[in-house]
């Protein structure tokens, strides 16, 4: 069974950094295209970056130049750097592999 975990998230001041983590079990984690999602309140949930098992990126426009995906096949973990985080950045981030996705960890940016 699949299961993802993230952690990292917590309460920051406009213009600082955070940087979550993922750990995936259950799954060929180097062989799985990885990403991750967030929701804001009373909003969709939208893509904001994902990374293929070779490593290739691909990022949302409101976060190109600030956020950073990386992944780390020896932990089986995913990681998301952000920086220069704003308040519209607020919002549950999640980790996501195809149709498996973990809970949520939670980033408040307060301005």
């Known amino acids: 069974q699949v299961q993802l975990v993230e952690s990292g998230g917590g309460l920051v001041q406009a213009g600082g950094s955070l940087r979550l983590s993922c750990v995936a079990s259950g799954m060929a984690f180097s062989s799985n295209a990885m990403a991750w999602y967030r929701q804001a309140p009373g909003k969709q949930r939208e893509l904001v970056a994902r990374i293929t098992s070779s490593g290739s990126t691909d990022y949302a426009d409101f976060v190109k130049g600030r956020f950073t995906i990386s992944r780390d096949n020896a932990k089986n973990t995913v990681y998301l750097q952000m920086s220069s985080l704003k308040p519209e950045d607020t919002a549950v981030y999640y980790c996501?592999?195809?149709?498996?996705w973990g809970k949520g960890t939670l980033v408040t940016v307060s301005s």
């Open positions: 996501n592999r195809l149709w498996n």
